[in-house]
């Protein structure tokens, strides 16, 4: 089946560690997004990568970073300079020949 | 700057109504619009894509339209059932641009 798929589905950060997150996709799209969720709030753009080895920030991307080094995969690292990590995040890729978005199942982050 | 609104924010039908849930944006210079379906603590599943030279799109119960002069979008559900509820959102892309700004939602509840 193809799909993208994140792990892990929750994470537990202490306050001052680094995470990652991670996002895959066998979907064979170019295209892959980081969002995140807050209660009550639309989804917010962090990163964007539109091919392999090229990213670019979103609205929110202090205290984030990415890499790009297959297509196949985008993970994300909350740094400890995000003074609020604590939500959910999705990742989503895009595919080339009808712009849909596809998202993953999300993992959910709590600071301690 | 696009923005995304949706109303209403919360909405509780009983079961076998036919409803609407409403989108607005600011900016009609669109690429496409999507919406998509939220279960509780999952991520988002594309329910219909719109491209900007559609006016509507169907897909069982549900069917999308789309006014671009007036920055609008509709999805409407027919007989609508317990398993219908989710939170509903629809997301806009720009047009040549590779972001897509996220309306907050639409909270659906239907009553057995």
């Known amino acids: 089946d193809g799909g993208i798929t994140q792990s892990p589905k929750y994470l537990f950060r202490k306050e001052g560690q680094n995470v990652t997150l991670s996002c895959e996709q066998n979907?064979?799209?170019?295209?892959m997004y980081w969002y995140r969720q807050d209660p009550g709030q639309g989804l917010r753009l962090i990163y964007y990568?539109?091919?392999?080895?090229?990213?670019q920030k979103g609205d929110i991307a202090e205290g984030y970073s990415v890499s790009r080094e297959k297509k196949e995969s985008f993970p994300l690292t909350v740094t400890s300079a995000q003074k609020n990590p604590t939500a959910f995040y999705l990742c989503?890729?895009?595919?080339?020949?009808?712009?849909?978005?596809?998202f993953g199942p999300g993992t959910r982050l709590t600071v301690l | 700057k696009q923005e995304v609104t949706q109303i209403p924010a919360a909405l509780s039908v009983p079961e076998g109504e036919n409803l609407v849930l409403n989108c607005s944006f600011t900016?009609?210079?669109?690429?496409?619009l999507q919406w998509f379906r939220q279960d509780p603590g999952k991520g988002l599943t594309s329910l219909l894509l719109?491209?900007?030279?559609?006016r509507e799109q169907t897909s069982g119960r549900l069917n999308a339209s789309l006014d671009k002069s007036s920055g609008r979008s509709t999805l409407y559900i027919a007989a609508s059932q317990p398993g219908d509820s989710a939170t509903y959102l629809c997301?806009?892309?720009?047009?040549?641009?590779?972001?897509?700004?996220f309306g907050a939602g639409t909270r659906l509840f239907v009553k057995a």
């Open positions: 989503a890729s895009r595919d080339g020949s009808y712009n849909e978005q596809f």
């Open positions: 979907l064979n799209h170019d295209a």
């Open positions: 990568s539109q091919i392999v080895n090229d990213f």
């Open positions: 900016d009609s210079a669109i690429y496409n």
């Open positions: 719109i491209q900007s030279s559609q």
């Open positions: 997301a806009v892309r720009r047009a040549g641009g590779f972001k897509t700004i």
